[in-house]
């Protein structure tokens, strides 16, 4: 069973550009989150789709990010345009069950953005 | 409101010697718990989960943690450490399972040979 894929691997930008990341979850999985992780912390939850639909964006920055998952598969983050502070490596996950459900997230290998 | 706290952001053991990790919660609710591992350029890879069953919880590698709800701690244990133990643990919190997962900020696990 192939893994949760993510792209670009890495990516260096300037600040004030855009900038997209890719994810593809494991087949058949509903759930598909977006996690930041800033050097030295833990994984912090960016927005949560279950399906095509938002399940939790609360702690998404609204005014530079967006995200979308079309068609319910493959999902896109974006950034635009980016600051010093979103360096960091974001993270995708999916999770085959939803709702109070008790399952395993499985995670991608992120992607490494610097902002320069 | 939710939360985990991981004590000691560095931990570094010999080869063969006891590997004890420790996390602490937080949680209004009876919480879910995870230890996830991180190796290099890696994503997360679950390691166990507690969901209100048994309290000790065996996982891959030799790992075992055990949920203490007097002490609020799930702290992970292993008996004898390995050379490819090395890598960045994170225990995490839910309260609605799967979903909403809130990380401690992680503990990195050298290996002494």
């Known amino acids: 069973e192939a893994g949760v894929a993510q792209s670009p691997r890495y990516k260096i930008i300037e600040k004030r550009q855009s900038v997209a990341f890719w994810c593809n979850p494991i087949?058949?999985?509903?759930?598909l989150y977006w996690y930041q992780q800033i050097l030295g912390q833990g994984p912090k939850l960016l927005i949560q789709?279950?399906?095509?639909?938002?399940?939790?964006d609360s702690q998404l920055p609204k005014d530079r990010f967006s995200a979308e998952r079309l068609k319910g598969v493959d999902s896109t983050l974006k950034i635009q345009p980016a600051k010093l502070e979103d360096s960091a490596v974001y993270l995708c996950?999916?999770?085959?069950?939803?709702?109070?459900?008790?399952?395993?997230?499985?995670f991608g290998p992120g992607t490494r953005l610097t902002v320069l | 409101a939710q939360s985990v706290t991981q004590l000691g952001s560095h931990v570094s053991v010999s080869e063969g010697a006891l590997v004890l990790l420790r996390c602490n919660y937080s949680?209004?609710?009876?919480?879910?718990l995870f230890w996830y591992v991180q190796y290099p350029n890696q994503g997360l890879q679950l390691l166990l989960k507690?969901?209100?069953?048994?309290?000790l919880v065996k996982g891959i590698n030799g790992f075992e943690a055990e949920f203490k709800k007097s002490e609020t701690s799930f702290h992970l244990t292993k008996p004898s450490a390995h050379m490819s133990d090395a890598a960045e643990y994170f225990c995490?919190?839910?309260?609605?399972?799967?979903?909403?997962?809130?990380f401690g900020t992680g503990t990195r696990l050298t290996v002494i040979p």
């Open positions: 996950a999916s999770s085959l069950v939803s709702g109070s459900q008790v399952g395993e997230q499985f």
């Open positions: 087949s058949g999985h509903a759930t």
């Open positions: 789709f279950q399906n095509n639909g938002v399940v939790d």
């Open positions: 949680s209004s609710v009876p919480p879910y």
């Open positions: 507690y969901t209100s069953a048994a309290t």
């Open positions: 995490a919190v839910s309260q609605t399972g799967a979903n909403n997962l809130f």
